[in-house]
């Protein structure tokens, strides 16, 4: 007998996420499909604004990666009006890309990932000093380990559980016998979790230095909004400008990063993969993999010099690296077959993002309601296609990207990682490659971090204090019309915004985000995307708690605000938890 279980919110995401699983008898998944099940349409909001606004409104796309739509969104503009940004901006710039990777993967990993592997309730009934003992084996270096900590996490843990509130931990599968963790390696990721939340606070002070304030820092187009000064610190000559003292602060952050990375967070995933090795066969979804790039050393103009290449695998074959190419009309382009908008092309043809169409045409069943019709539209995602095909973005994108160009620190983390635990190369297509991918990509960020911070320090003192090209701010500089796209690695993986400028005002604007090309519904031809695809094959021990769902959709951290471009206009929930 056939079943359908629904989970409606997946919650522990950003954004509203509905996944439909057509189970057999023996409860193996035969057919997902993913829906998102809110829009409001920013790029509607943006026609007719000035351009060199237009990062501020696309922003609001999404308050988890607080910055990449913004970042997408001045490239996409320096991008049409040929502007070149200085240096110190892509310094800059880069720096605060990387510590959004840093910043959202750590949370990602122990605050809406960590609890499908890690069962809070059993951390209840570990012993402190053998906790201890264990830290101290998984993380030499972190000093927050000695029984007293850990008796004492214990015991906050245990006054959450007696007074019946245990807050954010109220809601898991707890007891399920997928949590595979003895109880000391729970309660060491309890501790962890909230030592997490702590230094997220502190780290994201990064942005607001350069930028003003976190989240959704200040952008500017033709380069960054902060001005540097050389006066010494604590002259007062500064004013409102980055001085020294300020800059000293980013260095310190940037250390507490990567301290927590090495000493905390890596130690972390390579214990817990330990005890989930059968996840290395499950979740791989559709094999192929895409990036666009970033972290360039010379200028977006020259993609040699990024740390993230761009390309694009096909099938799981490493050998070779297809070009991706934002501007051709035959690559990239959206379909909405299976999703609630129209086209004026007809709803089967797809459309590159220049030419793209966001018109909204809800068919869709009246809510509240038991089942979508997954064989008509399903979803206000778009289904983004490379040549027709559906790609994998993000963290293992990326780190297959960098393994297979010989990026030599990633193939030291990859191989470390996989001889640790004892698996092939084939076990990164897989819901636990998905994960540690993004915890190396993590490390490999921090790391570089340093190096940009020490550039910028060293163009300074050698009297470079350059942070914007105005040469083309005014709109009397401009074409009547123009072009162009801004993309950059998200954490979510590849995101692009494309802008046609028409009059000195955006004519069309289109974003096609990362978690729409992971999370979006079936094509035209039929071809699942990524999630639908990867959650095919699960067998699910109790449809009632179907924490295998779970892990492998929020192996992608999902973020269905930045997929649909959304919030709720009305802040109205529109369904309910509903598994049958
Ligand atoms: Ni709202 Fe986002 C990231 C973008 S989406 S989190 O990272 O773009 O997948
Ligand atoms: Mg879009």
Redesign the pocket.
Same mark, same amino acid.
């Given at each position: 007998m056939t079943q359908t279980i629904v989970v409606d919110p997946i919650t522990r995401i950003?954004?509203h996420l509905r996944i439909e699983a057509e189970t057999d008898a023996d409860n193996r998944i035969i057919r997902a499909s993913s829906a998102g099940t809110m829009v409001r349409g920013i790029e509607i909001i943006l026609r007719g604004r000035d351009p060199r606004d237009a990062w501020a409104f696309a922003q609001r796309?999404?308050? &988890?990666?607080t910055l &990449?739509?913004g970042i997408?969104s001045v490239r996409a503009v320096e991008d049409a009006l040929k502007i070149d940004v200085p240096p110190n901006a892509q310094l800059i710039r880069n720096l605060m890309i990387a510590a959004q990777f840093v910043h !959202?993967h750590v949370m990602h990993f122990y605050h809406l990932h960590a609890l499908d592997w890690v069962d809070v309730i059993s951390a209840l009934k570990a012993n402190p000093k053998a906790t201890s003992e264990l830290a101290q084996t998984v993380s030499p270096s972190y000093p927050k380990s000695s029984p007293g900590y850990f008796a004492d996490v214990q015991n906050r843990l245990k006054t959450f559980v007696e007074g019946g509130q245990l807050g954010i931990f109220a809601n898991g599968y707890w007891g399920h016998p997928a949590y595979k963790l003895p109880p000391e390696a729970n309660l060491m990721a309890v501790a962890h979790y909230l030592d997490a939340l702590a230094w997220q606070r502190d780290v994201a002070k990064l942005h607001a230095i350069f930028g003003g304030k976190n989240p959704h820092p200040n952008f500017l187009v033709g380069g960054v909004p902060c001005a540097i000064s050389v006066h010494p610190q604590g002259s007062g000559e500064a004013g409102t400008s980055l001085d020294m003292g300020g800059l000293e602060k980013v260095q310190n952050i940037i250390r507490q990063m990567r301290d927590f990375v090495d000493q905390v967070y890596v130690p972390d995933t390579l214990a817990i993969a330990g005890f989930y090795k059968d996840w290395s066969k499950l979740g791989e979804g559709v094999g192929n993999f895409m990036t666009y790039g970033d972290f360039p050393a010379k200028g977006m103009s020259d993609p040699s010099s990024y740390l993230i290449p761009s390309g694009v695998i096909l099938n799981r074959d490493l050998t070779t690296i297809h070009p991706v190419d934002l501007d051709a009309e035959n690559q990239i382009q959206e379909f909405v077959a299976h999703s609630w908008y129209d086209y004026s092309v007809g709803k089967e043809k797809g459309l590159h993002p220049y030419q793209g169409e966001t018109e909204l045409n809800y068919t869709g069943p009246k809510p509240p309601y038991a089942n979508l019709d997954t064989n008509a539209s399903y979803s206000w995602l778009k289904s983004p296609r490379w040549q027709g095909k559906a790609m994998e973005v993000?963290p293992l994108a990326r780190v297959l990207m960098l393994y297979a160009k010989g990026h030599e620190q990633t193939r030291e983390l990859v191989d470390m990682t996989l001889k640790k635990l004892d698996l092939p190369v084939a076990a990164l297509y897989s819901t636990l490659g998905r994960t540690a991918a993004r915890t190396l990509e993590t490390k490999v960020f921090a790391d570089s971090m340093q190096g940009w911070y020490d550039q910028l320090i060293a163009n300074i003192k050698a009297g470079d204090v350059k942070t914007h090209n105005d040469k083309l701010w005014e709109p009397a500089s401009w074409p009547s019309l123009a072009k162009g796209v801004g993309f950059t690695e998200? #954490?979510?993986?590849a995101?692009a915004h494309w802008a046609v400028i028409k009059d000195q005002k955006i004519d069309n604007y289109q974003?096609v &985000? #990362?978690?729409?090309w992971?999370a979006g519904p079936r094509d035209a031809a039929g071809q699942e995307g990524p999630y639908e695809a990867a959650l095919r094959g699960h067998q699910l021990y109790d449809p009632k708690q179907p924490i295998e769902i779970l892990r492998t959709i929020h192996s992608f !951290? #999902?973020?269905i605000?930045?997929?649909v471009h959304v919030t709720d206009p009305n802040g109205v929930e529109l369904i309910k938890v509903k598994i049958k």
């Open positions: 950003e954004g796309i999404c308050g &988890v990666c &990449v739509h997408a !959202d993000g998200a #954490p979510r993986g995101l974003a &985000v #990362p978690s729409t992971n !951290d #999902p973020c605000a930045c997929a």
